[in-house]
T-cell receptor, first 115, second 114 residues
Framework: GAVVSQHPSRVICKSGTSVKIECRSL??????MFWYRQFPKQSLMLMAT?????????EQGVEKDKFLINHASLTLSTLTVTSAHPEDSSFYIC???????????FGQGTRLTVV | QQQVKQSPQSLIVQKGGIPIINCAYE??????FPWYQQFPGKGPALLIA?????SEKKEGRFTISFNKSAKQFSLHIMDSQPGDSATYFC?????????????FGDGTTLTVKP
């Protein structure tokens, strides 16, 4: 099956610093990647949709200046949490859709803790 | 407005039982219905998916039943095992749009007791 690698799996950062999370499709090209946030015992909340070579589309209520998304190639998207605060602590998950298909494959997630 | 409603919220069965998780959707534009399995601390993994041109799909112990007229689809796990204990999400992606983003159900926490 298709593999999506997300890195890092866990990160602890100090309040006010920025953190970058990478999402790579290892064995397929992904025209579209999605970034989700998940709180404990809750469903996935879509933050933004990124298409290769264009600006990301953010969901209502998601601050685009705080959550910077870059989709530089068909296999890599990055999410940068800028000026992180403790309330940004969460589980962030990316997913990628292969060209021409409906299937979305998820990364293993990144547990961000801001102290 | 939630476009995919999942039930039950939690489910406990004995080993060998057949848990059934249901999802109801509203948007008839949805044409692909996946189920995801998520273990604690991990990302969701695609388990099985169905398109609305068939009423049932089986893959190993997992079966999706689809009722287009009722706009419902369900996941059945045959001969459930303790290792199946996880959270299950149904989803409906609008892949025929440029966005192609998915809407997810709230999830069902399944516990299979030995």
């Amino acid at each position: 099956g298709a593999v999506v690698s997300q890195h890092p799996s866990r990160v602890i950062c100090k309040s006010g610093t920025s953190v970058k999370i990478e999402c790579r499709s290892l064995d397929f090209q992904a025209t579209t990647m999605f970034w989700y946030r998940q709180f404990p015992k809750q469903s996935l909340m879509l933050m933004a949709t990124s298409n290769e070579g264009s600006k990301a589309t953010y969901e209502q209520g998601v601050e685009k200046d705080k959550f910077l998304i870059n989709h530089a190639s068909l296999t890599l998207s990055t999410l940068t949490v800028t000026s992180a605060h403790p309330e940004d602590s969460s589980f962030y998950i990316c997913s990628a859709r292969a060209v021409g298909g409906p299937e979305a494959f998820f990364g293993q997630g990144t547990r961000l803790t801001v102290v | 407005q939630q476009q995919v409603k999942q039930s039950p919220q939690s489910l406990i069965v004995q080993k060998g039982g057949i848990p059934i998780i249901n999802c109801a959707y509203e948007n008839t534009a949805f044409d692909y219905f996946p189920w995801y399995q998520q273990f604690p601390g991990k990302g969701p993994a695609l388990l099985i998916a169905i398109r609305p041109d068939v009423s049932e799909k089986k893959e190993g112990r997992f079966t999706i039943s689809f009722n287009k007229s009722a706009k419902q689809f369900s996941l059945h796990i045959m001969d459930s095992q303790p290792g199946d204990s996880a959270t299950y999400f149904c989803a409906a992606p609008l892949h025929n749009t440029n966005a192609g983003k998915s809407t997810f159900g709230d999830g069902t926490t399944l516990t299979v007791k030995p």
